[in-house]
């Protein structure tokens, strides 16, 4: 198994740990629960995800922050398939439209750009059933690896 693959590896298995409440915490838990992976390669992370009513509001309409924190983990997974330890620094969302309960999502994230130490993701979910988009975002991270120069 080659590093690429042990990074591929190593993203599928913190989903799982995510999704099942064993790293991260009950919240972020509840908002995976059901996250399913779709494609995941080297820069790249499609999942698909059912909208219930432990991630809705009062209206039935998927929270924004629970919506927003399963971007944040996208995003960040679709970075670690190319740099083994980083943080978020930014995350800026734009929501053009609200799911309802029972509605399929797909979140997309695409590593956009690397320099030094910095990585940015663009983080996009959508409507399964129309394709029409939900969310944007951009996220931006630093790597958290230290070199020294000797």
């Known amino acids: 198994m080659g590093v690429e693959d042990g990074r591929l590896e190593e993203v599928l298995k913190l989903l ?3 999704s099942k409440g064993t ?9 995976m629960m059901g996250l399913q992976v779709l494609q995941v390669k080297k820069g790249l992370l499609r999942c ?3 909208v219930t009513d432990r991630v809705s ?3 039935g309409n998927w929270e924004v ?10 995003g960040f997974c679709a970075a670690l398939t190319l740099v083994p ?3 978020a620094i930014e995350l800026s969302i734009s929501c053009i439209s609200t799911p309802k309960i029972n509605e399929k999502v797909e ?3 695409k590593v956009v750009g690397e320099k030094e130490k910095l990585t940015s993701a ?11 988009l939900i969310a944007l975002g951009r996220l931006w991270m630093v790597s958290n690896i230290v070199t020294r120069k000797i």
């Not at 790293?23 to 908002?31: D, M, R």
């Not at 663009?122 to 029409?132: D, G, L, P, S």
């Open 48 to 50: 698909g995800f059912l």
């Open 16 to 18: 799982e740990s995510l």
């Open 57 to 59: 509001d009062e209206n």
């Open 23 to 31: 790293k991260g915490g009950e919240f972020l838990a509840q908002c």
């Open 65 to 74: 922050g629970a919506m927003t924190s399963l971007m944040d983990v996208v």
């Open 85 to 87: 330890a980083h943080s």
């Open 122 to 132: 663009v983080v996009e979910t959508r409507r399964k059933a129309t394709n029409e």
């Open 107 to 109: 979140i997309e994230a």
